[in-house]
């Protein structure tokens, strides 16, 4: 097989240097361009390749007494020598997802801020708040000494169960790519580079660096995978893209020419540069003819491809020398473009404002936490409640956050040590933010009870005795592993054993993604909470009190039964077919006319809204959609209105409708407001992989205003002509 690529991938990198040199003329008065090409002038080969070649950044006695390099930082990812003598930095790379990560090796561990899961930032569907929560963990990762920060993960939840799901964005190209692309935006503003990630497929853990080769049909992976990091990349202009463990149509996605130079380069013209996950890089030549531009995290890999053995390539002309220094230039104009050589990096942690931080992740974790069921108003407890039992969830103790490498280690430590697994995918951390502490706060005249959930009769006793049950379920999840669709050991049948005995029940969930809920119907509320970060317990307190009102929606649908999804066996290694193709999550439950516990774009509020007086319009290519919405109710809050888009049959789509756009919207009691909402024409149209473009059909189309995929407020037909866009089609390019 690698005999059979090298030649079209040999092909798609010549054509790929002629487009690079057309584009490098094109701006050449850009002041980034003109400055990275000066420095490249001026480097020696060993220069160029010292920009290719990255180390990890952490002792590994482990990795055959592995020695971090003198200037990384310890506990760091990674680490990238600069070229002093032309005034170019090193690349200090800290893992990242929701804070400033520690590796589990070192000894000391950096203390800081965590921000909520990245699913539940999704949850929040408010883009300023995904960049807000973005500018403070780069801000932290500044002042840490980091200038790399590899955050940004946008692969789809097209596989709930994936062990990393909750670092990612939700089902949804369109509200991953710009909830995602926010948060890397913030990042940089900072001058860190931020890195989207895992390009690309990578929906599991499972055998993710072994076996997992993912086939799909190229046209399905561009309107729904692909189209996430396209949005991404389109949003927050990421300096690097990282590539994935897993194999994409038998080819190792390091070294894979479809998605790293036909898709990046040719196709979406982005000028950043391509690292490898730790670990991914398998080759020498095949990977650098194919588009990886930094082998990163060396010794994960079992040699280390990019320094010698590429040095010996250039030589032989195995790797031209056109290639190092198009390798070596897209890493310095990533550097040069956010700042890296003018914003120089040190470790000022002395100054980080964690007071301030943590009010960012609080509020990020309050607009993103989703009330899916309130029966009876039973949300918000109101001040005169008398008894509160609060069951499981080492809620007496603090929050659950994810594993693997986006852990970050909380000020204060970990509130709940010794749980296993305690090393790596661990250990399992809980923040010190006790959702207990934090309740008995607002509620100071309330007896307060604790019960662990390790004895059920003991824990429905307990609530049986008072005037309401607030039972946390928490299900772990982290890199490496894969996970149910279940609660945590028998959480499941304590939450039935409580509410059999109390009917004010409200269940707490600190999850990672969805779960399957078989006792909704037995309970009176349901919060979903995710990992809630640094501040989750505070901000969980201020939700189930109203002093927040809940305004978050579902980025992922939450299945009735396992028997929902397309792919009903656990994940699996060898060949990942998705038949499925681009019919993720609610897509799919829509086509096949599923029923979920929970829809997707679903969330309740302690206020009522109306949304009504759709409009829509032709604008450019796309359509424009107006509508009003108010607040009916008697509370300040949030409503999440949708716009959903559906085609006649013989547009071919690979569903009954998608998600077109969405506003969110803060209203006073009785305040009324005017909202418009565009769709972007690629969400009208099919990607035509034939001709290589996105064409959309003539025909009627319709326009759903909505609360939620499966709940409808009104609905509008448009005509629509046929219209081709270019496989390079951008929103700045209007009409």
């Known amino acids: 097989m690698v005999k059979s690529i090298l030649p079209a991938a040999a092909m798609l990198l010549a054509t790929s240097l002629s487009s690079s040199l057309s584009a490098q003329t094109a701006t050449a008065q850009s002041p980034?361009?003109?400055?990275?090409?000066?420095?490249?002038?001026?480097?020696?080969?060993?220069?160029?390749?010292?920009?290719?070649?990255?180390?990890?950044?952490t002792d590994d006695a482990n990795r055959n007494h592995y020695a971090r390099p003198p200037l990384a930082l310890d506990g760091s990812a990674g680490f990238v020598p600069g070229i002093p003598r032309l005034g170019i930095p090193p690349q200090w790379q800290t893992d990242a997802g929701v804070g400033v990560a520690t590796q589990g090796a070192a000894k000391e561990k950096r203390l800081r801020t965590s921000l909520p899961a990245g699913i539940a930032t999704a949850a929040s569907w408010a883009p300023d708040m995904a960049r807000k929560g973005g500018a403070m963990i780069g801000d932290e990762a500044?002042?840490?000494?980091?200038?790399?920060?590899?955050?940004?993960?946008?692969?789809?939840?097209?596989?709930?169960?994936?062990?990393?799901?909750?670092?990612?964005?939700?089902?949804?190209?369109?509200?991953?790519?710009?909830?995602?692309?926010?948060?890397?935006?913030?990042i940089q503003s900072n001058g860190v580079?931020?890195?989207?990630?895992?390009?690309?497929?990578?929906?599991?853990?499972?055998?993710?660096?072994?076996?997992?080769?993912?086939?799909?049909?190229?046209?399905?992976?561009?309107?729904?995978?692909?189209?996430?990091f396209q949005f991404g990349i389109e949003r927050g202009a990421p300096g690097s893209v990282m590539c994935s463990y897993n194999k994409v149509d038998g080819l190792r996605a390091c070294e894979n020419p479809f998605l790293l130079t036909q898709v990046l380069r040719h196709d979406w013209h982005w000028p950043g540069y391509v690292m490898s996950d730790w670990g991914a890089t398998h080759s020498t030549v095949q990977a650098a003819v194919a588009g990886l531009d930094q082998e990163s995290g060396y010794p994960f890999d079992k040699e280390p491809y990019f320094a010698e053995p590429l040095k010996k390539a250039v030589a032989s002309g195995q790797v031209s020398e056109a290639r190092l220094t198009q390798m070596a230039r897209r890493v310095l104009r990533a550097m040069v473009a956010n700042g890296l050589l003018d914003k120089p990096t040190s470790?000022?942690?002395?100054?980080?404002?964690?007071?301030?931080?943590?009010?960012?992740?609080?509020?990020?974790?309050?607009?993103?936490a989703v009330l899916l069921q309130n029966r009876n108003s039973l949300l918000p407890l109101g001040p005169g409640i008398r008894s509160i039992a609060i069951i499981g969830g080492h809620a007496d103790k603090g929050v659950l956050a994810g594993g693997g490498s986006s852990?970050?280690?909380?000020?204060?430590?970990?509130?709940?040590?010794?749980?296993?697994?305690?090393?790596?995918?661990?250990?399992?951390?809980?923040?010190?933010?006790?959702?207990?502490?934090?309740i008995r706060k607002l509620a100071p005249n309330a007896t307060i009870q604790f019960a662990d959930g390790t004895d059920p009769a003991q824990a429905a006793a307990l609530a049986k005795s008072s005037d309401v049950a607030l039972v946390f379920g928490t299900q772990w999840a982290g890199e490496g592993?894969?996970?149910?669709?279940?609660?945590?050991?028998?959480?499941?049948?304590?939450?039935?054993?409580?509410?059999?005995?109390?009917?004010?029940?409200?269940?707490?969930?600190?999850?990672?993604?969805?779960?399957?809920?078989?006792?909704r119907d037995q309970v009176g509320a349901i919060l979903e909470a995710w990992y809630p970060g640094t501040a989750g317990g505070e901000a969980i307190a201020n939700l189930l009190?109203?002093?927040?009102?809940?305004?978050?929606?579902?980025?992922?649908?939450?299945?009735?039964?396992?028997?929902?999804?397309?792919?009903?066996?656990?994940?699996?290694?060898?060949?990942?077919?998705?038949?499925?193709?681009?019919?993720?999550?609610?897509?799919?439950?829509?086509?096949?006319?599923?029923?979920?516990?929970?829809?997707?774009?679903?969330?309740?509020?302690?206020?009522?809204?109306?949304?009504?007086?759709?409009?829509?319009?032709?604008?450019?290519?796309?359509v424009t959609a107006h509508f009003r919405v108010a607040n009916k109710g008697q509370r300040q809050g949030a409503v999440v209105p949708q716009i959903y888009v559906g085609a006649a049959p013989a547009a071919g789509w690979e569903a009954p409708r998608r998600l077109?756009?969405?506003?969110?919207?803060?209203?006073?009691?009785?305040?009324?407001?005017?909202?418009?909402?565009?769709?972007?024409?690629?969400?009208?149209?099919?990607?035509?992989?034939?001709?290589?473009?996105?064409?959309?059909?003539?025909?009627?189309?319709?326009?759903?205003?909505?609360?939620?995929?499966?709940?409808?407020?009104?609905?509008?037909?448009?005509?629509?002509?046929?219209?081709?866009?270019?496989?390079?089609?951008?929103?700045?390019?209007?009409?």
């Open 347 to 368: 470790d000022q942690s002395a100054s980080i404002d964690y007071a301030a931080h943590a009010q960012v992740t609080r509020a990020d974790a309050e607009a993103g």
């Open 193 to 228: 580079i931020a890195t989207i990630k895992h390009y690309a497929l990578n929906d599991q853990e499972t055998e993710r660096d072994g076996t997992s080769n993912v086939l799909i049909d190229h046209g399905a992976a561009r309107m729904s995978d692909l189209l996430a």
């Open 32 to 57: 980034v361009d003109a400055r990275t090409d000066a420095l490249i002038a001026q480097m020696t080969r060993d220069e160029k390749l010292t920009l290719v070649f990255g180390l990890f950044g």
């Open 407 to 438: 852990a970050v280690y909380p000020r204060g430590g970990n509130a709940v040590p010794g749980l296993t697994p305690t090393s790596w995918p661990g250990p399992v951390i809980y923040d010190p933010s006790s959702p207990l502490e934090a």
């Open 481 to 519: 592993f894969d996970v149910s669709l279940n609660l945590d050991g028998n959480q499941d049948a304590l939450i039935q054993s409580v509410a059999a005995a109390q009917p004010k029940t409200v269940v707490v969930l600190e999850t990672g993604g969805p779960i399957l809920t078989p006792w």
């Open 545 to 622: 009190f109203g002093v927040a009102n809940p305004s978050g929606h579902l980025p992922a649908t939450f299945p009735a039964d396992i028997a929902q999804l397309p792919h009903h066996e656990a994940p699996h290694g060898g060949d990942v077919t998705y038949t499925e193709g681009a019919t993720v999550g609610y897509k799919w439950f829509e086509a096949k006319g599923l029923k979920p516990a929970f829809p997707f774009g679903h969330g309740l509020s302690y206020t009522s809204f109306s949304v009504s007086g759709l409009q829509a319009t032709r604008q450019g290519a796309g």
């Open 660 to 735: 077109g756009g969405w506003q969110k919207v803060t209203l006073e009691p009785g305040q009324s407001r005017e909202v418009s909402v565009t769709i972007d024409p690629r969400l009208l149209a099919r990607w035509d992989e034939k001709n290589h473009r996105w064409r959309i059909a003539a025909g009627t189309y319709t326009i759903s205003l909505a609360q939620s995929a499966a709940e409808t407020n009104e609905s509008s037909s448009i005509v629509l002509p046929e219209r081709i866009l270019p496989v390079d089609w951008r929103p700045t390019d209007g009409g």
């Open 142 to 186: 500044k002042r840490s000494g980091f200038n790399v920060m590899l955050a940004g993960g946008v692969d789809l939840l097209r596989e709930p169960r994936n062990g990393r799901g909750f670092e990612y964005g939700g089902e949804d190209p369109l509200l991953a790519g710009i909830m995602v692309g926010e948060q890397i935006a913030g």
